[in-house]
């Protein structure tokens, strides 16, 4: 892409309103517009990172074996009235009337509908185990939205809804959720740590969040400090091991973390005082074990091996998808702007180029674009007729992992500079050089 033709509305001045650095950042670098209190659009730039947060998404639950579908955001109020949500729900649900007065709602998540789902198509214990996800829009009507699309009214979600035949089978469920979320943020360059949790709306009595730990989070959490250094890695998963999925879990849920919901001092006193850590926390996700509290009230059951027909058990696991750009944000970035993660880069790499009209700098930043985009890294290009010194500061601001910088000084010596935004490190490299340097970075997180 060149920025000459690109939509960057980048803006100068610090938002007034935008009260944490992500928000700040978001709005300063043209990725998202405010439309109305916790409603944005997403404009090209944030676009780009969304659609990549959820590509990742999508593949570690494919991964896992989960299977997408796509659910309306829109929902009859009638299937909310099966399960007792509907009045419970309280304000945070936007009611719509339709042309014929039905009761509508815009979904806040989907355990009715999928429900639904099962219990039209879904009979036989033979066709369990079975995952359904989407990744789709919410609205809740939020009593005070705020942070940007941290705390939005609509916000994009990942869903998922699993449906198996008893107790222990669900629980498997519940563990390869909570793995396959782990290996969902790493990519990200996340360190998101499951904790216990309370279930408010959703109900069910086991459950986890997941929290980035950052200043500016919402949750209070209570932690032993080693929990930050726990990593899954590249180790190899095999999601249908029920032990080997349950030994992950028990891995990174041993030492203490909880929110203060399910805060103990009595049991945080156990922990060693100098890993005992009272911190800040970003809600990255949430999964719940709920076993037959909606396929009770809505009559989805299945007929075991012996003949019996039970109530499904289930539980439902999400991934707030639009809020993962904030805390992304928030926990890598410096005074000068964002600091991309590669895995969720709008572009891996900014071409730069310093003399604008110069033959051979046009030439050598149209080879580098060409290379790079053979190897299926689409940089982004500033050609824009500008001073060095602000094309740095929108690079900078805007936080793409690598950036190359070419000169006329430089290439009379057959060098262009590649830099690492995290490090602020340069070396002069050969043009080739470069984009190998580049494309090997990006082999590793594909
Ligand atoms: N049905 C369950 C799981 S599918 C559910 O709705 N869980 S939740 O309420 O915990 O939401 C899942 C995730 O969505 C949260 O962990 C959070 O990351 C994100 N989320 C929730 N509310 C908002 C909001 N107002 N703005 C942005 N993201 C949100």
Redesign the pocket.
């Known amino acids: 892409m060149r920025l000459s033709r690109y939509f960057l509305p980048v803006l100068k001045e610090n938002p007034a309103d935008a009260q944490i650095v992500s928000h700040r950042y978001m709005l300063r670098a043209g990725m998202i517009k405010q439309q109305a209190a916790?409603i944005y659009s997403w404009l090209p730039l944030g676009y780009r990172v969304l659609r990549r947060i959820e590509e990742i998404v999508h593949q570690e639950q494919v991964r896992a074996g989960h299977i997408p579908l796509l659910m309306p955001t829109l929902q009859p109020a009638d299937l909310w009235r099966e399960s007792g949500r509907y009045d419970d729900y309280g304000q945070e649900m936007l009611r719509i009337k339709d042309r014929h007065e039905r009761d509508m709602l815009y979904g806040?998540?989907?355990?009715e509908m999928i429900t639904d789902i099962f219990r039209a198509h879904v009979n036989s214990y033979k066709d369990l185990p079975l995952t359904l996800y989407h990744i789709q829009w919410k609205f809740?009507d939020?009593v005070r939205?705020r942070f940007g699309?941290?705390?939005?009214?609509e916000?994009l979600?990942k869903?998922?809804?699993n449906f198996d035949v008893d107790k222990e089978a669900a629980l498997h469920a519940y563990n390869r959720h909570m793995v396959s979320y782990l290996r969902t943020y790493e990519r990200m360059g996340l360190t998101a740590i499951p904790m216990r949790a309370a279930s408010?709306p959703?109900g069910g009595d086991n459950t986890h969040?997941?929290l980035v730990l950052a200043n500016t989070g919402e949750s209070e959490v209570f932690y032993d400090d080693r929990v930050t250094g726990l990593k899954l890695g590249a180790r190899e998963i095999d999601y249908d091991d029920r032990a080997q999925v349950a030994a992950v879990c028990e891995e990174f849920t041993t030492l203490y973390a909880r929110t203060d919901e399910t805060h103990d001092p009595a049991v945080f006193e156990t922990v060693p005082e100098a890993h005992r850590k009272v911190g800040r926390g970003i809600?990255?996700?949430?999964i719940?074990y709920f076993g037959t509290k909606y396929s009770e009230a809505m009559g989805a059951t299945v007929v075991t091996a012996d003949g019996r027909r039970v109530p499904v058990e289930m539980g439902?696991?999400?991934?707030?998808v639009?809020?993962l750009l904030g805390a992304i944000i928030e926990a890598s970035h410096d005074d000068k702007g964002i600091i991309w993660p590669e895995g969720v880069t709008p572009f891996p790499v900014g071409i730069v180029n310093l003399k604008q009209g110069d033959g051979a700098t046009d030439a050598a930043c149209a080879g580098l674009y060409q290379a790079l985009t053979a190897r299926g890294l689409e940089p982004l290009y500033d050609d824009r007729d500008e001073r060095a010194g602000a094309k740095f500061a929108t690079m900078d601001l805007i936080g793409l992992p690598w950036r190359i910088t070419v000169g006329p000084r430089g290439l009379t010596a057959g060098k262009v500079e590649l830099t690492c935004r995290r490090t602020g490190q340069s070396e002069e490299l050969s043009p080739e050089a470069a984009v190998d340097r580049v494309v090997q970075v990006y082999a590793a997180h594909r």
């Open positions: 916790g806040p998540t989907n355990e809740r939020e939205p699309v941290m705390r939005g009214r916000f979600m869903d998922g809804y408010g959703i969040e997941f809600e990255v996700g949430q719940f439902s696991h999400g991934i707030g639009s809020r």
